[in-house]
């Protein structure tokens, strides 16, 4: 059952602040998708707890979740890579698929951020002592992605391939360290027991994750989504991974940009360095 049906469905049972609620979210549901629930909550007169209210009266965990479907129902859910291939597709075909559905993934994720959630992660990796980088697969290369933009920066993090190593580095944790596990599922094990570890030690853990009841988030002080692929079978993570760099892009960037004299500078170095092997 869709989102918008759901409302349209409930409308007649629903208060006079739901009502207006219901209303304006079904005349203007693709203009809300970047809302918080204060901003929509200024939008219409009511408030950010009677949005959360709302939201659930029609049978979703909160505001956010609501916003991830309403967004699948004005662009379409995240086509699946095995749909975008066919034995008899050609090249142009292929491209202009690809091309759709990455579009499609950077809309979504950036539909499912909340600034203030990211600001809070953000704030917690600037002060942290050693940020502590745990993912498995696809989430590790996203994680090697990050951890080489850190170190670039003077940013200390960890992170290895070895699954092994992870919980190793988990047993070394402190209440003055930051843990960042990604996992699209939410249920890798050995992300989610790192991760588990890191907030038994009185670290701040953040995930990155689908919006869903999962293992991980559990765990998770702050919790920043990406998009929902809806398939059990993928070739490969592809959607999962672009919107997992978004973020940690996006992380990477607001950590930077603090101090961009420094930043420079640290760029600068590390780039005169690796010339000394070019040369």
């Not at 707890?49 to 979740?65: H, P």
């Not at 491209?95 to 953000?122: G, P, R």
Request: hydrophobic share 35%; aromatic share 8%; with cysteine.
């Amino acid at each position: 059952m869709s989102c918008l049906y759901r409302i349209k469905e409930a409308r007649n049972m629903m208060t006079d602040t739901e009502g207006k609620l219901a209303d304006y979210i079904v005349d203007n549901h693709a203009d809300i998708l970047n809302d918080s629930a204060q901003v929509l909550a200024d939008k219409t007169g009511t408030s950010a707890a009677a949005i959360i209210r709302f939201s659930k009266k029609i049978g979703f965990s909160g505001f956010s979740e609501l916003k991830v479907e309403l967004a699948k129902e004005s662009g379409g859910n995240i086509e699946n890579f095995t749909e975008q291939i066919h034995a008899e597709g050609s090249i142009h075909t292929l491209i202009k698929k690809t091309k759709q559905v990455n579009l499609q993934v950077i809309e979504q994720t950036y539909y499912l951020m909340n600034e203030s959630t990211m600001e809070k992660a953000v704030q917690s990796l600037k002060s942290s002592r050693y940020i502590y980088l745990f993912g498995v697969g696809s989430s590790g290369i996203v994680c090697d992605d990050l951890l080489h933009k850190l170190s670039r920066i003077g940013k200390f993090a960890i992170h290895h391939h070895d699954t092994h190593f992870q919980i190793t580095n988990a047993a070394h944790i402190t209440k003055d360290d930051v843990a960042l596990g990604i996992s699209y599922s939410g249920e890798t094990k050995e992300v989610v027991t790192a991760m588990r570890y890191a907030k038994e030690s009185g670290a701040v853990t953040i995930g990155i994750t689908q919006l869903k009841k999962s293992p991980l988030a559990r765990y998770c002080d702050i919790l920043l989504y990406i998009p929902t692929e809806e398939r059990e079978v993928r070739i490969g993570a592809i959607s999962s991974r672009e919107s997992s760099l978004i973020i940690t892009d996006l992380l990477y960037l607001a950590i930077a940009k603090d101090n961009l004299e420094q930043t420079h500078d640290y760029l600068l170095k590390t780039k005169e360095m690796v010339k000394e092997f070019k040369s």
